[in-house]
């Protein structure tokens, strides 16, 4: 089935450590982006791109880097990971920037605990 | 800036009742409005978009500007509506970061 996947679905780290989010999608979206899910401060976006070669910053990107190599991958990744970056990440594309239409599609999700 | 406020973290009603999630947001034009939807154990989805003026699954979503909301209705709850809604609003033709997305409500239904 055509989408978007990331892994891992889950992971435990210890505090310190180096992590990195994969996704990868195969509908050859120009847009993709990295957002956290939180109870109670809902969706907030990390990074985003709108083609390959490039990235900006969303509303939380404070130690998370992205790099966009090319149009399929779009890697999150936690240079030093703390507690409070304790979340579910999620991963999403739209076939133009700016959100296009408006309808983004999401991964399933990675879990990260950071300990 | 650009802000969508959902109100109520969770709502609780009973199978049958109606039901209506709020959304109000901040911007000076005219924004395109959304709604996405999160079942138990899958991903988010766009459930409808204020643009199509479509009923999804019995929802229905009127944009008023004069309020500023775009409040999510539907007159007899399922069960399987059990879910989280996210508001999303996208500033049209710019934004180059797509959606912003409301704090989300917790739907529970009541058998």
């Known amino acids: 089935i055509a989408g978007i996947t990331q892994a891992p679905t889950s992971q435990i780290l210890a505090a310190g450590r180096r992590m990195t989010l994969r996704c990868t999608q195969d509908m050859r979206h120009n847009a993709m982006y990295w957002y956290r899910q939180d109870l109670g401060l809902g969706l907030r976006l990390i990074h985003y791109?709108?083609?390959?070669?490039?990235?900006g910053k969303g509303e939380v990107p404070d130690g998370y880097s992205v790099s966009r190599a090319n149009t399929d991958d779009f890697p999150l990744t936690l240079a030093s990971a703390v507690p409070s970056q304790t979340s579910v990440y999620f991963c999403?594309?739209?076939?133009?920037?700016?959100?296009?239409?408006?309808?983004?599609?999401f991964g399933e999700g990675s879990r990260l605990t950071v300990l | 800036a650009q802000r969508v406020t959902q109100p109520e973290k969770l709502l609780s009603v009973f199978k049958g009742a109606p039901v209506e999630l709020k959304c109000n947001y901040s911007?000076?034009?005219?924004?395109?409005l959304f709604w996405y939807v999160q079942y138990s154990r899958q991903r988010l989805q766009l459930l409808l978009r204020h643009i199509s003026r479509e009923s999804i699954k019995g929802f229905t979503a009127d944009l008023n500007k004069g309020e500023t909301s775009f409040h999510l209705k539907k007159p007899f709850a399922q069960e399987e509506d059990s879910a989280m809604y996210y508001c999303?609003?996208?500033?049209?033709?710019?934004?180059?970061?797509?959606?912003?997305f409301g704090k989300g409500t917790h739907l529970i239904i009541q058998p």
């Open positions: 999303a609003l996208k500033a049209p033709g710019g934004g180059a970061d797509g959606l912003t």
């Open positions: 791109s709108n083609t390959a070669g490039t990235t």
């Open positions: 999403a594309s739209s076939p133009r920037e700016g959100g296009g239409t408006g309808e983004l599609f």
């Open positions: 911007y000076s034009g005219s924004p395109e």
